[in-house]
């Protein structure tokens, strides 16, 4: 297993502007933490996603943050965010945006410990930053406003080193904990009393990584996004493209009262279906100014 923080100085690639080629380097990373004091040691499904991309991806260096050398990289390489870091109010929140901060400073593939590979990875490394597709999107927000109706996923990415849409995605995740009001504006739609169930994925996760796609048109020409052949099918959501499948065993959901959920379940069950049809009448595929795996696109 390689050190995340003695690989740090040849993790760095070719930063914005400085003429050569951004690809993403032969490396992934995987996060897992515990509360303090309790042992550190893997369960099964995620030993077996580790020995999974191993297998497929054996040029790769693969590097597996605890919450030891987590605390460590921030110490050495964002002195800057150790207070933002404390500042979210949920662990999930924590790690969605240590992944960026990863990803961002070594360059690599971040995945989840509950996705499998099919394949190796090899052709997506000339991208320089790739997403998959999440979903079709809630989000009021991103529908009126940016007329985008799905939304990009953060359990899997890949970008090189010092990518600028990382940056973007840090930069965003840092101004919700200092401007609320502007963070809130997602969950537009929400109603209030389980706006908390929502409150996790629109702020540090898929929500805040497609609003920042959003907001940052002229990056777009730089990011591949692993589209299904349909965006209105259920069973494209939370694939990896054609390299991988997510089985979602984590759950960023807050643990609030059982009426409270069964409420917000009930709520996000209508309010997809409303939606979905207003997305069959889009259409299958989403063109546009991005790079795009969808054939024909």
Same mark, same amino acid.
């Given at each position: 297993m390689?050190?995340? *923080?003695?690989? #740090?100085?040849?993790?760095?690639?070719?930063? @914005?502007?400085?003429?050569?080629?951004?690809? *993403?380097?032969? #490396?992934?990373?995987?996060?897992?933490?515990? @509360?303090?004091?309790?042992?550190?040691?893997?369960?099964?499904?995620?030993?077996?996603a580790m020995a999974n991309a191993k297998l497929l991806n054996p040029g790769f260096e693969h590097v597996l943050f605890s919450r030891t050398k987590m605390q460590s990289f921030l110490e050495t390489e964002f002195p800057e965010f150790q207070q933002a870091i404390r500042a979210f109010?949920?662990?999930?929140?924590r790690f969605d945006f240590f992944r960026y901060l990863a990803v961002y400073r070594l360059g690599g593939f971040y995945f989840d410990l509950d996705l499998f590979l099919a394949r190796a990875l090899d052709p997506l490394l000339e991208c320089g930053c790739v997403f998959a597709f999440e979903e079709l999107t809630i989000s009021r927000f991103l529908r009126s406003e940016f007329k985008m109706d799905w939304e990009l996923a953060n359990y899997g990415f890949g970008a090189a080193a010092g990518h600028p849409f990382i940056g973007a995605i840090i930069e965003n995740c840092v101004r919700g904990l200092k401007d609320p009001v502007w963070a809130a504006q997602l969950m537009q739609g929400i109603p209030g009393w389980f706006q908390n169930q929502f409150f996790v994925p629109m702020t540090t996760g898929p929500g805040m990584v497609s609003r920042t796609f959003a907001e940052n048109r002229q990056r777009h020409r730089d990011i591949t996004v692993l589209f299904p052949n349909d965006v209105c099918d259920p069973g494209a959501a939370q694939r990896f493209g054609d390299f991988g499948v997510h089985l979602v065993q984590?759950?960023?959901?807050?643990?609030?009262?059982?009426l409270r959920r069964q409420l917000a379940r009930r709520w996000e069950i209508r309010t997809r279906r409303q939606q979905l049809r207003q997305s069959q009448a889009a259409g299958p595929v989403r063109p546009g100014e991005w790079h795009s795996r969808l054939p024909g696109v």
């Open positions: 390689i050190d995340p *923080i003695a690989t #740090r100085q040849e993790g760095r690639g070719p930063r @914005p502007g400085d003429g050569r080629r951004a690809v *993403i380097p032969r #490396r992934i990373i995987h996060i897992y933490s515990v @509360p303090e004091g309790q042992p550190e040691e893997l369960p099964l499904v995620c030993q077996a109010r949920f662990p999930i929140q984590a759950s960023w959901r807050k643990r609030d009262g059982f």
